[in-house]
């Protein structure tokens, strides 16, 4: 996968594990698959003021405002420590920008750095030319896509907004364009009012949701990629066990990322980890590959409206 | 395992965090709305210095219930490995972990943050309403060390009041109790206690008015103050940013590792 | 509102409650603001194989499959006894199709009738031409808008899909398009895989996610409607209890509907539409009208990156 | 308050559904991971006809937690406004149902759906695990008109079987135990309890291999046949239309009115 080794298919979604350092006090993170760094944008951000962070029913919001050292920072303070502590966990940088210069800027700049396997682009941000964000846009998300490969060799998944009448045209353009991989899914816009107060709870009004509040739509978005592309998966949102992660398996995805979940219990992608080898073991599954994708249609089931 | 912590300028050593599932040993309402807690948690309890936090939470199993862990004051350690909270229910959370039962188990994740620095100063304490659970657990340290704190406590009614009782036989302190409507104690806001002839080190924790009335007493009295801030928090651990609140320096400081204990002068109090 | 009196600000959401005839044995409907029927469309539908719902983390998922008796028979069966039976409870008809045509014909054939206030347009379903949905295609959606403008003049509701990069768009084109108002929002695709089994739980494979899972995004939502039209809205998702529906109010709802959480509680309606009332009263508010949207920034606020 | 129902063809008279905040009486573990649970709902217990079944959930104000409602049969009425109801812990939501303490309250909305309709007829009952619950309410209200049904329960295994002491006491009726394993009663599938030469009508309830294995029977020696399915349920008063299952002229029927009780002449057997 990726042209590389994975200890196992969970690893830490990006935002809920830092630069992994903090985790490694709690969790072996080289007995899980690895994990997605917080965004790195070319400059420092300062992020958005609080609160950052509130609960949802089933689930959170989360405004930090891509808060982050930006890309010299990053080098200096946070990837020695993944290069020196790091043996057999994969690491993916996710990478945000406001155009595709200050993307491709960022791959460039890292491109040449040890210490992590490959990209994971976050397009859940807005253009500041146009004004939508790079993973709506299907002509902006072309272009982003096929721009970043002609940056760099490492692996190259584009993680998909799910703000998109379907993924499935979005996983579709990111393969045509020469991406690697897909992520499925971000978060979704979201906003809590302070009744009491007649405010956004959240400092930037409104924020992303994650959580398991999330679940099912994260797997619908990871079994339409799967429908329209021959791209490997990293299946996120809501996954709190390995049922769930399951779910995102046989829906498409060959690997899982644990973010909310991990506030909630630190010990979750490790639990997932477990969950997901024992299911193997009782089911006589060689390998998790051979549970990828591999849903059966109900029977009498036909082209069916799904809503309503 | 002690580090000097991931935050920025932090000189007070701690150790580094751990989770544990921990059985609640029991749970009394002290106060309206107020529950003191004792978890059975031994490693938590033996590296927690005052000033510290635990993110207390149920964890993923419970069926139908979901709920983010939310940070809690180490209130109180026992020789026997507990740790004790003193939690009032207020939110959705709050009361979701107030019904917990002795026997059941939570999560705990700590002990987490900055303790306060008071190596061989002199000390006030002062605490609005739960803002007094840190200090329980400081004067207890004290008292088991043979010495001595000033404790002012002020709550809105005798109501609210948690049992001097208990935080008697905790602390071997008798706090200096002032309630809004003098239902008990001395009649006013806690930081009537405040004595401008001192000098010792001031601490506080409550609510933020009265952080703001500490710091701007501190401040014309040419006194050292810290304050445990509240602010949302997601990991309690550092990595989700979750949790700044303005520093000095116009930048967003992480309050669970840089804080929640924070000297004064390190915030800006504009924008507390 | 509407031209008319709505005796609550609380309605029945659409697929939830019907054509109204259960409820009325279970919760005195004429002391709530109304519903909205079940969708209609120009000849009946069979609907979707079972499994038709199932839980999901914090809500639910449904694919029903829009099933229906048709035009004739909604007119013949149902209209009835919503004319004969509900005196101060307002009525909108949900209405579906699966091209202009289709839309155009239920209205015209239900405008004559009398029973029921106004329509509420059901974008989220397949155009077969041009195999989009109505609700995610700006142009079809401003064509079907102008369209059913021309057919009544009766309130003309349209509720948004959360499925698109920004509702707000959405929200103007329906204004500039002739619509009266907006209900926001619909569900979310989703699907649950039975690991098991290997296979979607749900007959058709996905549906529509709903419940206070969603609230969040529907506030969002209903937010941006509000910073880009005028049109009064019906905030609807996820909403429990009278806090959650006022989330909706100041965020710029003027009515809210209540769809799942009947299922929970049939009450629901009623306690959340006491709820509101008790709190106006309690803050001295004399009309809610004096909530709508008047959400205040919070100090400090400034532009954000919401997510991340 | 009797209507004939919304669902079509549907014979037999029913109440009015209502919908009730019940206190949780007792509950007691009657055999592996089963409970049986009594309600104070004089309401649902006085209108409740056996076959008829009730939706069971925590209501929307519990703190963190989010459950639909879940359908159970009507195990049970008692003169007293009790209302019986045998759950079997399986996944998420019944087995944070069965947490549910005496003293505790749920939401119960009911009765629901078609009774049997047994009028004046002979009847066996066959029953397959829980499936036992519709019919020790009805044997208990033949016993109390002084009338006999005949009983056949079957289950995996002796460890499943729920309390015969408890049956015999509700229903004044011994059912005829079958288990997979012959651990208790006769060994064998309940099916082999059934008689050939008898002419009684067949009341089914329990996993649908039991229900198609009784439909062919019946089908075989011209019987009677009425049985309960379980599908899915969103409201159960008839509006989601999540609960349907194919009818014997190929439309979707809503079980949760038009059922859950179904001659099987009105079902679709092959996509049951
Ligand atoms: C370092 C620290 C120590 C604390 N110590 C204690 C203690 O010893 N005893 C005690 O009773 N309380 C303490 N608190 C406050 C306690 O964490 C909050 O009362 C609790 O988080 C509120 O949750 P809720 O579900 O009741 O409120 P809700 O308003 O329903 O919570 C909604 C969201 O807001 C967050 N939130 C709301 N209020 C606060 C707050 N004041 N602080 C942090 N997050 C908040 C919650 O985490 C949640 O995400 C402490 C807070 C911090 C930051
Ligand atoms: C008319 C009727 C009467 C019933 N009577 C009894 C009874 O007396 N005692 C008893 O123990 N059980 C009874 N059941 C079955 C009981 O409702 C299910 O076991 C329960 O819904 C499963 O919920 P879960 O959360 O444990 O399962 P999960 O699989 O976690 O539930 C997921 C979803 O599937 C639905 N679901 C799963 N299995 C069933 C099922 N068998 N029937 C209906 N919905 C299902 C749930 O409602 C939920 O939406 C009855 C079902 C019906 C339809
Ligand atoms: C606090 C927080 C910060 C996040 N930051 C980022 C980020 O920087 N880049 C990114 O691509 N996703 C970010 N995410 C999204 C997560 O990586 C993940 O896609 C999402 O939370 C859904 O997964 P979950 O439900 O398991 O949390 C963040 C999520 C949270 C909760
Ligand atoms: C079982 C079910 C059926 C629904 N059918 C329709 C429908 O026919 N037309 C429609 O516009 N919305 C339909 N909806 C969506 C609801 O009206 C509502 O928009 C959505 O459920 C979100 O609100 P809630 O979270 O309060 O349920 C349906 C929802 C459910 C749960
Ligand atoms: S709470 Fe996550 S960084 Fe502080
Ligand atoms: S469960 Fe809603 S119609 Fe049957």
Redesign the pocket.
């Known amino acids: 996968m990726f042209g590389a080794e994975f200890p196992s298919p969970v690893l830490l979604?990006?935002?809920?594990c830092g630069y992994g350092q903090e985790y490694a006090d709690l969790i072996p993170l080289d007995e899980i698959g690895g994990l997605?760094t917080?965004?790195v944008s070319l400059e420092p951000r300062p992020g958005n003021p609080p609160h950052?962070?509130a609960e949802t029913p089933g689930?959170?919001i989360?405004a930090?405002g891509?808060e982050?050292p930006g890309l010299r920072g990053f080098i200096a303070e946070k990837l020695p420590w993944l290069r020196e502590h790091l043996r057999r966990a994969q690491v993916f940088v996710?990478v945000?920008g406001h155009s595709a210069e200050d993307f491709a800027a960022v791959v460039s700049g890292l491109d040449g750095e040890d210490g992590f396997l490959g990209y994971?682009i976050?397009v859940?941000c807005p253009n500041v030319k146009g004004g939508t964000m790079f993973g709506t846009d299907e002509r902006a998300l072309a272009d982003l896509v096929a721009r970043l490969r002609g940056c760099t060799e490492r692996p190259l998944v584009i993680?998909l907004t799910p703000n998109v009448p379907d993924v499935g045209d979005f996983a579709r353009i990111c393969e045509e364009a020469g991406a690697d991989g897909l992520?499925a899914?971000?978060?979704f816009p979201g906003m809590v009012v302070d009744v009491a107060r007649r405010e956004p709870l959240i400092g930037s009004r409104s924020g992303?949701v994650?959580?398991?509040a999330?679940?099912p739509m994260?797997v619908y978005a990871t079994w339409r990629a799967r429908q329209t592309c021959e791209l490997p998966i990293m299946g996120?949102?809501?996954?709190r066990n390995a049922e769930d992660a399951l779910q995102y398996v046989l829906a498409g995805a060959c690997l899982v990322?644990?973010?909310?979940?991990s506030?909630v219990d630190p010990g979750a992608a490790v639990a997932v980890h477990e969950g997901i080898s024992d299911h193997l073991r009782a089911n006589g599954v060689a390998r998790i590959e051979d549970l990828v994708g591999v849903l059966r249609a109900r029977p009498g089931t036909g082209p069916a409206i799904p809503a309503g | 395992m002690l580090s000097a912590g991931a935050g920025g300028g932090v000189a007070v050593e701690r150790a580094v965090p751990v989770s544990r599932r921990a059985t609640l040993l029991s749970t009394r309402l002290v106060a309206r709305d107020t529950w003191w807690q004792e978890f059975d948690c031994p490693d938590i309890a033996a590296a927690a210095r005052p000033g510290q936090f635990v993110m207390l939470g149920v964890g993923l199993g419970a069926p139908g219930a979901w709920l983010l862990p939310r940070p809690f004051s180490v209130g109180w350690t026992g020789s026997g490995g507990e740790v004790g909270i003193l939690l009032r229910a207020y939110g959705q959370g709050t009361r979701a972990l107030a019904k917990l039962e002795a026997g059941q188990t939570a999560l705990l994740l700590g002990p987490l943050g900055r303790p306060f620095d008071t190596e061989g100063a002199e000390v006030e304490c002062i605490a609005g309403g739960v803002g007094l659970a840190p200090f329980i657990f400081l004067a207890a340290r004290e008292a088991a060390a043979g010495r001595r704190v000033r404790l002012i406590y002020g709550e809105r009614d005798a109501g609210a009041v948690f049992d001097p009782g208990l935080i008697a036989r905790l602390t071997e302190h008798d706090p200096e109790l002032f309630t809004e409507d003098g239902s008990a104690g001395r009649k006013g806001l806690v930081t009537a206690g405040l004595d401008p002839a001192s000098n010792a080190l001031l601490l506080g924790c409550g609510p933020t008015p009265l952080l703001r009335a500490l710091e701007a007493f501190a401040r014309e009295h040419g006194r050292g103050l810290q304050v445990s801030v509240e602010e949302h928090m997601?990991c309690g651990i550092g990595t989700?940013?979750?949790c700044v609140v303005r520093g000095a320096d116009g930048r967003w400081v992480k309050s669970c590792i840089e804080g929640s204990v924070f000297p004064a002068e390190e915030l800006d109090w504009g924008a507390i």
């Open positions: 979604a990006s935002g809920t997605v917080k965004a950052r962070v689930g959170m989360n930090i891509l982050n996710n945000v994971e976050n859940s993680k992520s899914i971000n978060t992303g994650s959580g398991p999330i679940l994260g996120i949102g809501g996954i990322q644990i973010g909310t979940a506030f | 997601g989700c940013q979750g």
